[in-house]
């Protein structure tokens, strides 16, 4: 009896690392948490002697876990295709923020570092299946190509490769790390849309900005993509004026400073942003309300007042 108490402990242990590796693979909150629970729901549907002779429960959860995510990553293309508007990934809060929160809670699970900024995510999803989880088991988690190749059905050599090739396409997209000054940019473009003021925003963007906005067709938005500091700036300002009482919040999205907007006591959208050299490059807006989720538990969390 205490033997199995205690194998179920370390099981249910491994359950954080396994979200975090499912999110950085399908950047989805909801899908990540099916596909963990599906690896969980397999293990224990195994007789008793069949677990007993697995001498790595967290290799064999990693294994399920990340094969059903590449059933996901596999069928995203057709899903995408229906998808109205951009699809960006799931905005993340920061679990400092949101206090004594329940661990259930696949959100309170994720560590929040470099690899799961809105800039990094988005280069991931540009990326094949294979290429995905090759880079994210070895770049970011650090697991042996042997491993790997365990999983993907191929040789160590072959996931070395994909694993190059993945990490060009991170070095092509010119994916920056959030920086030291990007808090105070970030807080300067919160002050601009605040005031409407067209002319500052136009200073804090970039010329060639790109903003980028998620609706899922269940909140308006431009369907594509904005381009241009000074066309960004008036869209800006025109949401602004649509929204009186438009609140918009200093946060951290996805471990990186970014808004988030809040009209009439709901979150209406989460804001990420790169920053180089002082200026906006990109902004990435979700507002689909089912990706908004973890930002509104219970009423708590970083809005709580």
């Not at 299946?129 to 191929?154: M, Q």
């Not at 900005?209 to 000074?230: F, H, K, N, W, Y």
Request: hydrophobic share 45%; aromatic share 6%.
């Amino acid at each position: 009896m205490g033997t199995a108490s205690t194998d179920a402990g370390e099981i249910a242990g491994e359950r954080r690392q396994l979200i975090n590796v499912a999110y950085r693979l399908l950047g989805s909150l909801a899908e990540s948490e099916d596909a963990v629970q599906e690896a969980f729901a397999r293990w224990y549907a195994l007789p008793r002697t069949r677990r007993d002779e697995i001498a790595s429960p967290g290799a064999w959860l990693t294994t399920v876990t990340v094969r059903y995510c590449l059933d996901v990553l596999g069928s995203a293309r057709a899903r995408r295709e229906r998808y109205v508007g951009a699809w960006l990934p799931d905005p993340l809060p920061d679990r400092a923020e949101w206090g004594q929160g329940a661990d259930s809670d696949p959100a309170d699970q994720l560590v929040l570092d470099e690899s799961v900024t809105m800039a990094f995510l988005v280069v991931l999803d540009s990326m094949t299946p294979a290429e995905r989880v090759a880079f994210v088991l070895h770049d970011v988690f650090r697991y042996p190509f042997a491993e790997i190749g365990g999983i993907l059905g191929r040789t160590p050599a072959a996931c070395k490769q994909l694993a190059a090739s993945a990490r060009r396409r991170v070095r092509d997209a010119h994916a920056p790390a959030p920086t030291a000054g990007q808090a105070n940019t970030v807080r300067h473009v919160k002050q601009a849309w605040e005031s409407k003021d067209i002319a500052a925003l136009v200073d804090l963007l970039d010329p060639t900005a790109v903003m980028t906005a998620d609706g899922g067709g269940a909140a308006r938005t431009a369907l594509r993509p904005i381009e241009g500091g000074a066309h960004i700036a008036r869209y800006m300002v025109a949401i602004a004026e649509k929204a009186p009482g438009l609140e918009l919040l200093e946060r951290s999205v996805n471990g990186a400073p970014g808004l988030v907007a809040r009209h009439a006591g709901t979150i209406i959208a989460v804001a990420a942003f790169d920053v180089a050299d002082g200026r906006v490059t990109r902004i990435w807006t979700v507002r689909n309300p089912q990706k908004l989720r973890p930002w509104e538990r219970n009423g708590q969390g970083p809005f709580h007042t």
